[in-house]
């Protein structure tokens, strides 16, 4: 499979008080077409900051992030936000066509097109409400369906289930398996929840903390489609835990010792 | 009866009979001349003077001529004040350049400012429409700017990874995500407009509720005082429930819970 993102030594560094700080330290690797691409790390590693670069939101020091788009005229990219980021102010179909409001698509084709998104995120009979009458699992599948809805080259997935209690995130991990399983679109995803990335990804990086470096990239060859109550049973399952643990285990202790 | 309706129901009775109690109490200290009639009148009387002023249109007369001005002035202050109030606060420019000033003339009093309004503009309507709009303007553009100041920096950046263009920003962004303060400038703009109409009355009018009393003041007629002061309350609050309704339709998500 060819690459779709292609991000190359990038860095990204700030003053802070007469010394530089170095966020993210040449970062480069690549995202294959239709990946589902989980970033893992202790907090601080730059991770968000990272996927903020690739969303264009922040710039980089320095470096370059190609991506290769089929067809052109789709939008690059559609972020998932770690809070609460669906407007208080539209309808749940509102939110949900946002993007192609923004690309200019006529009404009744939008509102077409994000119903059915609705109706995969199961949220048809609040199609009108407004998001204060939604708990917080329904308003991130609604952030989830407006960035679907876009039908954008990558979705881009900050700590998306991070703020949600466990048995939400595990029907929202759930759902989400099942639409990417569908749609098989490219997806950077982030995560602090080592179980998430192996529930989820096709690979994980890892990356290490002051400042944020790549320390290593490990496959996820878990067999598709995966089912989020039968996965952690599945073969390779523990080892795939161990071998993302241990790497990061150092990283962590090296951190609290100094 | 549950316990909790009973309460409901004591709750209820209490809010209408604690100020009916107070007329009655009032009306019999007037009648016993407990109280100076002359001075704090009776609710007997008051409404005596209330029929034949509500019969004439004299009453309807003034206070459709006070609403005029009040809602013209409540237009020409908060229509610049919200324009001026979002650019303030997107641009960080304009609110450096704007700020100041803002900050620096609006604690002046604006009844202060009535002389120098009245030799600029006159003693016609002019002048006392222009009373109400700078003191309701302050309280809008002030609110405003806070509003889109408050508005959540996740909002930006949804608007900017959808590529939001500027126009669409404003429309979908900054001007719904700033409405609810807009709407409490308003509210305070409109309690500003009924104290500074009573002032812009003051001087140099021929109608008006604020004549009225003023007028009332000078004859010595104290019933009709009180009958204008009923009337400015019933106003406020006739006032605060058109804003409370407009505010309801166009904050359709600020309702629904």
Redesign the interface.
């Known amino acids: 499979m060819e690459d779709c993102i292609l991000i190359k030594n990038i860095n990204k560094s700030f003053p802070l008080q007469d010394k530089e700080l170095t966020i993210l330290h040449d970062i480069t690797f690549s995202i294959r077409q239709g990946e589902f691409f989980c970033i893992f790390g202790p907090s601080g590693c730059g991770k968000t900051t990272l996927l903020r670069i690739i969303a264009g939101l922040e710039t980089a020091s320095s470096g370059e992030i190609i991506i290769s788009q089929t067809p052109k005229d789709r939008p690059v990219n559609s972020m998932v936000f770690q809070e609460q980021s669906v407007f208080p102010w539209m309808t749940v179909l509102d939110n949900v066509s946002y993007g192609l409001r923004m690309r200019g698509i006529k009404k009744a084709a939008r509102n077409k097109l994000a119903a059915h998104y609705i109706d995969m995120i199961g949220l048809t009979k609040f199609t009108n409400a407004y998001p204060n009458q939604l708990s917080g699992g329904m308003k991130q599948r609604v952030s989830v369906a407006r960035a679907l809805c876009n039908d954008p080259e990558i979705l881009l997935m900050d700590e998306p289930f991070g703020a949600l209690d466990e048995q939400n995130r595990l029907i929202l991990q759930q759902e989400l398996l099942k639409i990417w399983e569908n749609l098989h679109k490219t997806t950077v995803f982030i995560t602090h929840s080592i179980d998430e990335c192996l529930c989820l990804g096709d690979r994980v990086m890892i990356m290490t903390a002051h400042p944020g470096t790549i320390k290593t990239i490990i496959n996820i060859d878990l067999p598709r489609p995966r089912d989020i109550a039968t996965i952690r049973t599945t073969i390779g399952y523990n080892e795939l835990y161990q071998k993302v643990w241990l790497s990061l285990k150092d990283e962590v202790q090296r951190r609290t010792d100094s | 009866m549950t316990k909790q309706a009973k309460q409901k129901l004591i709750i209820r009775t209490l809010s209408v009979l604690s100020p009916l109690t107070l007329l009655i109490l009032w009306e019999l200290l007037a009648r016993l001349h407990a109280i100076d009639v002359r001075l704090l009148s009776s609710p007997s009387m008051i409404v005596k003077t209330l029929i034949p002023l509500l019969l004439s249109g004299d009453l309807l007369y003034n206070t459709w001529i006070s609403v005029q001005r009040v809602l013209w002035g409540f237009i020409a202050g908060s229509i610049p004040g919200i324009l001026l109030g979002i650019a303030m606060g997107l641009s960080p420019f304009i609110r450096s350049a704007v700020e100041p000033m803002i900050n620096a003339t609006y604690p002046i009093p604006k009844l202060a400012l009535m002389p120098l309004i009245l030799l600029i503009f006159g003693i016609g309507e002019t002048s006392k429409i222009f009373t109400i709009a700078i003191g309701v303007f302050y309280l809008v553009v002030i609110n405003t700017m806070a509003g889109v100041l408050n508005i959540d920096k996740?909002?930006l950046?949804?608007a900017?990874?959808?590529?939001?263009?500027r126009t669409?920003f404003y429309l979908?962004?900054a001007l719904?995500?700033a409405?609810p303060m807009i709407f409490a400038g308003l509210k305070l703009g409109m309690g500003m407009a009924l104290i500074l109409i009573v002032a812009a009355e003051l001087s140099a009018a021929k109608a008006g509720v604020g004549w009225m009393i003023w007028r009332a003041y000078d004859m010595f007629d104290i019933e009709q005082m009180f009958v204008a002061l009923i009337t400015l309350s019933v106003l406020g609050y006739l006032f605060s429930l058109v804003l409370d309704l407009v505010e309801r339709w166009v904050?359709?998500?600020?309702q629904?819970?």
């Open positions: 996740i909002y950046d949804v900017k990874n959808f590529r939001a263009s669409n979908t962004v719904p995500g409405l904050l359709p998500w600020k629904t819970r």
